[in-house]
């Protein structure tokens, strides 16, 4: 192969090995067939299984560098300006008896020139006309394409996807467009830029980790489930089309609706109740039931049976403070979760919320409920421990009601508090159980053990930060 007969464009701050698969590319060879221009003293960083890292950099000494240029058939001033590891020596190959050998040895991206992520292959065609994988040096503060929508993902993990779609959560382009702004401000303050988004991010990825109050957060779920798939395709954005989140001193109502084959009804307000005599007889009173378990299981029991003269029409009712925001029917299998599902759920093909909700004669504290529902949405929005049981049980309510994908969000989240409910009441009365001291490492394995069993899996070892352990070891 004559080197430098076409030409390849490098990238701004792209990595060497990159622009070497590019061009191996343009000429149609493999790239292990181009690497022979080098005598490599090393192998290139690996995966567990094998592959090679896509963060691998490799290195030159002097002889090697005019070799590369050669090849791309630019200026070695146009590579250096363009490739930050262009210019990087490594003694051992750098100096001794061989050093007028044109040599390589690969190191890892992060040790050589920070972190690196996966480039647009748009903007990569539209740079260099090669529609073709590239990886860019690329701080976390530069990693969105506000051109194509594009979150660009680390280059160091061992998985197929290159970047994530944004054009649905429009919030995060629109904070790329914010930071030279931000990066201004810091720089007149006397701070870095770099300094100033470390701080922030590690104080925001703490809230992420500790998960405070996870069970009632609206924006960042909601963005999560967007971004893995859960509401993909959809033509609403969660910064448009968000539910305004209630107060949590009172939860959000769930509707329902009094009878499988009614009709929806428009909402209306409830009439004012009349006022009765003492000795009248008792009527049948609204169903803005109050924060409690008493009046929630009546005012379902007069939705379900109301007397001949009352009207059919969707009713709101309130779940009380000390239950899963998942109000169920056992009478009627139906069920609702979320303000936004328009039509009661139909939970037939789900048995075990039944019996979940009949075995829960006795309601957990609510300071077990509290912690349990955050522990239970943080596995359930993290696919830990349960999620083939509750991707299972999402795909069966789905199929049974198909109405739920084109609600104003994604089932995967209107629903997140009814599937997990029978879990989280399981946890809840275990949790329940446990004394009022921090457990050691020998009782919380005794009771993770036992409550493995109880949640039917063959092993739970949650990690140290996960919420659980963090529960075991609080006062």
Same mark, same amino acid.
Request: proline share 11%; aromatic share 4%; charged share 20%.
């Given at each position: 192969m004559?080197?430098?007969?076409?030409?390849?464009v490098?990238?701004?701050?792209?990595?060497?090995?990159?622009?070497?698969?590019?061009?191996? &590319?343009?000429?149609?060879?493999?790239?292990?067939?181009?690497?022979?221009?080098?005598?490599?003293?090393?192998?290139?960083?690996? +995966?567990?299984?094998g592959?090679?890292?896509?963060?691998?950099?490799?290195?030159?000494?002097?002889?090697?560098r005019?070799?590369?240029?050669?090849?791309?058939?630019?200026?070695?001033?146009?590579?250096?300006?363009?490739?930050?590891?262009?210019? *990087?020596? &490594?003694?051992?190959?750098?100096?001794?008896r /061989?050093?007028?050998?044109?040599?390589?040895?690969?190191?890892?991206?992060?040790?050589?020139?920070?972190?690196?992520a996966?480039a647009?292959?748009?903007?990569?065609?539209?740079?260099?006309?090669?529609?073709?994988?590239?990886?860019?040096?690329?701080?976390?503060?530069q990693?969105?394409?506000?051109?194509?929508?594009?979150?660009?993902?680390?280059?160091?993990?061992?998985?197929?996807?290159? +970047?994530?779609?944004l054009?649905?959560?429009?919030?995060v382009a629109?904070?790329?467009?914010?930071? $030279?702004? *931000?990066?201004?401000?810091?720089?007149?303050?006397?701070?870095?830029?770099?300094?100033?988004?470390?701080?922030?991010?590690? *104080?925001?990825?703490?809230?992420?980790?500790?998960? #405070?109050?996870?069970?009632? /957060?609206?924006?960042?779920?909601?963005?999560?489930? #967007?971004?893995?798939?859960?509401?993909?395709?959809?033509?609403?954005?969660?910064?448009?089309?968000?539910? =305004?989140?209630?107060?949590?001193?009172?939860?959000?109502?769930?509707?329902?609706?009094?009878h499988?084959?009614?009709?929806?009804?428009?909402?209306?307000?409830? $009439?004012?109740?009349?006022?009765?005599?003492?000795?009248?007889?008792?009527?049948?009173?609204?169903?803005?039931?109050?924060p409690?378990?008493?009046?929630?299981?009546?005012?379902?029991?007069?939705?379900?049976?109301?007397?001949?003269?009352?009207? !059919?029409?969707?009713?709101?009712?309130?779940?009380?403070?000390? #239950?899963?925001?998942?109000?169920i029917?056992?009478?009627?299998?139906?069920?609702?979760?979320?303000?936004?599902q328009?039509?009661?759920? &139909?939970?037939?093909?789900?048995? /075990?919320?039944?019996?979940?909700h009949l075995?829960?004669?006795?309601?957990?504290?609510?300071?077990?409920?509290?912690?349990?529902?955050?522990?239970?949405?943080?596995?359930?929005?993290?696919?830990?421990?349960?999620?083939?049981?509750?991707?299972?049980?999402? +795909?069966?309510? !789905? !199929?049974?009601?198909?109405?739920?994908?084109?609600? =104003?969000?994604?089932?995967?989240? !209107?629903?997140?508090?009814?599937?997990?409910?029978?879990?989280?009441?399981?946890l809840?009365?275990?949790?329940?159980?446990?004394?009022?001291?921090p457990?050691?490492?020998?009782?919380?394995?005794?009771?993770?053990?036992?409550?493995?069993?109880?949640?039917?899996?063959?092993?739970?070892?949650?990690?140290?930060?996960?919420?659980?352990?963090?529960?075991?070891?609080?006062r």
């Amino acid at each position: 192969m004559a080197a430098g007969v076409l030409r390849t464009v490098p990238l701004a701050g792209e990595l060497t090995a990159s622009v070497i698969s590019r061009a191996a &590319d343009r000429y149609g060879l493999p790239a292990a067939d181009v690497l022979r221009l080098w005598t490599c003293r090393n192998s290139p960083t690996r +995966h567990g299984g094998g592959g090679v890292r896509a963060d691998a950099e490799v290195v030159f000494n002097e002889a090697g560098r005019g070799v590369l240029a050669e090849l791309c058939g630019v200026e070695p001033a146009v590579l250096a300006r363009a490739l930050p590891a262009f210019t *990087v020596d &490594d003694p051992k190959i750098s100096t001794g008896r /061989e050093a007028d050998l044109a040599q390589a040895r690969w190191r890892a991206a992060g040790a050589v020139a920070g972190e690196a992520a996966f480039a647009c292959r748009s903007c990569t065609a539209r740079r260099t006309g090669q529609a073709q994988r590239a990886v860019r040096y690329l701080p976390r503060w530069q990693r969105v394409c506000v051109r194509h929508g594009r979150w660009l993902l680390d280059a160091d993990a061992d998985q197929p996807l290159e +970047h994530l779609d944004l054009r649905g959560v429009l919030e995060v382009a629109a904070a790329q467009r914010r930071w $030279p702004g *931000v990066a201004r401000c810091a720089v007149r303050a006397g701070v870095a830029p770099e300094q100033a988004f470390t701080v922030a991010h590690a *104080v925001v990825a703490r809230w992420w980790e500790q998960a #405070l109050h996870w069970e009632q /957060e609206e924006i960042w779920p909601h963005r999560l489930h #967007l971004l893995a798939g859960g509401n993909a395709g959809h033509p609403r954005s969660p910064a448009r089309h968000r539910t =305004p989140p209630q107060p949590r001193s009172r939860p959000p109502p769930v509707r329902l609706h009094p009878h499988p084959a009614s009709t929806p009804q428009p909402r209306t307000a409830p $009439p004012a109740p009349a006022r009765r005599h003492r000795h009248s007889p008792r009527r049948h009173r609204p169903l803005a039931a109050p924060p409690a378990r008493r009046a929630a299981t009546a005012g379902l029991h007069r939705l379900h049976h109301p007397p001949p003269t009352t009207p !059919t029409v969707p009713a709101w009712i309130h779940p009380a403070p000390d #239950l899963p925001r998942a109000m169920i029917c056992t009478r009627h299998q139906q069920a609702a979760s979320d303000p936004r599902q328009r039509t009661p759920l &139909d939970i037939h093909s789900l048995p /075990e919320l039944t019996r979940a909700h009949l075995a829960a004669r006795r309601p957990p504290t609510a300071a077990s409920l509290s912690w349990a529902t955050t522990i239970t949405t943080r596995w359930y929005d993290h696919h830990q421990h349960l999620h083939t049981r509750w991707q299972k049980r999402l +795909h069966q309510l !789905t !199929t049974a009601n198909p109405h739920l994908a084109q609600g =104003p969000a994604s089932p995967t989240l !209107t629903s997140r508090n009814l599937i997990t409910y029978p879990e989280t009441l399981t946890l809840a009365t275990a949790l329940d159980r446990l004394p009022p001291h921090p457990q050691t490492r020998t009782e919380q394995t005794a009771f993770l053990h036992q409550l493995a069993s109880r949640l039917q899996l063959p092993r739970l070892a949650p990690a140290d930060h996960d919420l659980l352990r963090q529960r075991l070891t609080t006062r």
